[in-house]
C-alpha cells in the first residue's frame, strides 16, 4: 500500500492550481533560416495541490511532466491555460508580486551536485533566501539556519562545510532546507530521489514524508518511477506526450491501472524476488513516441497500444470515470469488449496486434 494512505484531510480550495496549460516551444531552424513547426511540450493540463497532500506525477522522458512544475512556479511562462495560487492569478505576475508568488513555490532539483553553488557555504546557501522572503539576520538568521539543518536531519556543524565536503544524499538534505527557508506552502521536487543511492533515495523519501506532516507542505513529485511515485503520494497523475492519460488515487493506479500505458510502466518497474519477475506479465510497447510536433488527431498513445482499435486512431478520447475513483483517457474504458469503466486487464494489453479488439467485437 502507499506509504501516506493514512493522510490529511483534503482542503476545499488548492493551495496551487494549473488550469488547461499549454506550452510550446520554437522548433528548430533549418539551413535556410526556416523555423519547423512548434513543439507543444505541454498540451491542456489541469492539476490540483492540497495542502498536506502529495501529487506524484509521472511518465517517461520527454513526456512534459518536468515542464509541467516549471508552468506551476512560473519558472516557464505558459503559452496558453492559467496558474492560480489559492484565489490569486499569478499566470501573467511580475516583478514584486511574482517574487511573492515564488516565496510559496519552491522547488528541489534533481541533481544535488549542480543544483548548489560550490563557492558558498551551506549555512549562506540556506541562510540567503531566508534573508531575502523573510528578513531575518543576525542571530535570528543563524537560529533559523540551524532549525532548518536539524529539521532535514543535519547538524548545525554543517553550516561551515562547502558542498563539495558532503555526499549526494547530504547535498540533496541541503537542498531541501533551502526550499524550506521561505516557509512555502508548495514543493516541487523534480525528480529529487534519481540521482541517488537506493538506499539514500529511502531515507530522503521518509524525511518528505516527515517532513509534510510537520510543515503541511502540498508537493508536486516528479518522476519516472512509478514506484518511488506510489510511495509518498496521495493521488498520482500519469503523463503521455504532453498530456495526463490517468489520474486517481495512488493505490487504485498502482494495483489496477486503467490506462495502458499506465500499465505499462508498472510492467517496467524491477522486481527484486525471482519467483515475482517470472510470475509478472510483461507488457512490451512497440516504437517511439510521436512527434510533439506531428500530433496524432487519435489517442497519443495508439501507435504504440497492444490493444488499440479502430476508434483510438480517429478520435481523442475524454477522460472517464473509473471504478477505485479517478479518471482515464482511454477509449477501451467506453468502447472496449467488456470493459466500460472497469480496470484494464492486463491480459488485454498482451493481446498481439491481429488480436487486438475491434470496435464490433
Do not use: W
Not at 499566470?91 to 544535488?112: H, S
Amino acid at each position: 500500500m502507499s506509504a501516506v494512505t493514512e493522510a490529511t484531510v483534503e482542503s476545499a480550495t488548492p493551495v496551487l492550481e494549473g488550469v488547461d496549460l499549454v506550452k510550446e516551444f520554437a522548433g528548430r531552424t533549418s539551413l535556410f533560416g526556416r523555423a519547423s513547426s512548434k513543439v507543444r511540450a505541454v498540451d491542456g493540463v489541469t492539476l490540483r495541490l492540497h495542502a498536506g497532500r502529495t501529487l506524484g506525477l509521472v511518465g517517461e522522458s520527454g513526456s512534459g511532466k518536468s515542464t509541467v512544475g516549471r508552468l506551476l512556479l512560473r519558472l516557464l511562462d505558459v503559452t496558453g491555460g492559467e496558474v492560480h495560487l489559492g484565489a490569486d492569478d499569478v499566470t501573467r505576475a511580475r516583478g514584486r508580486d511574482l517574487n511573492q508568488a515564488r516565496r510559496a513555490m519552491q522547488m528541489v532539483f534533481q541533481d544535488p551536485y549542480s543544483s548548489l553553488n560550490p563557492t558558498m557555504r551551506i549555512g549562506d546557501i540556506i541562510g540567503e533566501p531566508v534573508t531575502f522572503h523573510r528578513g531575518l539576520k543576525g542571530a535570528e538568521l543563524d537560529a533559523e539556519v540551524d532549525r532548518l539543518l536539524i529539521s532535514v536531519g543535519l547538524s548545525p556543524e554543517h553550516a561551515r562545510r562547502f558542498p563539495d565536503e558532503m555526499s549526494g544524499g547530504q547535498r540533496q538534505r541541503v537542498a531541501i532546507a533551502r526550499a524550506l527557508a521561505p516557509d512555502p506552502k508548495i514543493l516541487v521536487c523534480d525528480e529529487a530521489v534519481s540521482a541517488l543511492d537506493i538506499s539514500i533515495q529511502s531515507q530522503i523519501l521518509n524525511l518528505l514524508l516527515k517532513l509534510q506532516r510537520e510543515f503541511g507542505v502540498a508537493i508536486l513529485f516528479v518522476s519516472h518511477d512509478l514506484s518511488v511515485v506510489r510511495h509518498v503520494s496521495h493521488e498520482i497523475a500519469v503523463m503521455y506526450l504532453g498530456q495526463i492519460v490517468e489520474f486517481g488515487p495512488a493505490d487504485r493506479v498502482a494495483d489496477s491501472p486503467a490506462h495502458p500505458y499506465t500499465a505499462a510502466l508498472l510492467s517496467a518497474v524491477p522486481e527484486a524476488k525471482p519467483s515475482h519477475r517470472r510470475a509478472r506479465q510483461k507488457v512490451v510497447l512497440r516504437g517511439d513516441p510521436p512527434s510533439p510536433s506531428r500530433r496524432p488527431a487519435g489517442c497519443p498513445f495508439a501507435s504504440r497500444c497492444p490493444a488499440a482499435f479502430e476508434p483510438c486512431h480517429e478520435t481523442r478520447p475524454e477522460h472517464t470515470p473509473v471504478n477505485g475513483g479517478g479518471t482515464a483517457a482511454c477509449h477501451l474504458q467506453t468502447q472496449g469488449p467488456k470493459l466500460g469503466g472497469r480496470s484494464l486487464p492486463i491480459e488485454l494489453l498482451r493481446a498481439r496486434p491481429d488480436e487486438a479488439p475491434s470496435a464490433a467485437d
